[in-house]
């Protein structure tokens, strides 16, 4: 927990990007939300980050706006990393 905060005021101070096995991502305060954008490894496009669940399979979509998006589902390479990202900041309540 105490690593975690000094990540996210990190960001907040500096508005820099970080790197989690080889995804850029970085916290932006949207009204008063938190998103996660990550730079997407599959079109390289930034967007945000969400959660998407269909029936009780874990995914990540990364919204990049207009109505497009990128899915990534659990077998594929890259859930590992954003899983990894979505949960080191939804972890912590803002
Ligand atoms: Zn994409």
Sequence with gaps: ???LSEIIRCEEDFNGWRETGGIKWKLVKANRNWQIQVICPRCGKMGNLIRANSRNRVGYRVLHGGGTGCH???TQ???DTLDAIYRSVRGRRF
Aim: glycine fraction near 12%.
């Design 1 to 3: 927990m105490m690593v």
């Design 72 to 74: 990534f589902g659990w």
């Design 77 to 79: 390479e890259e859930f």
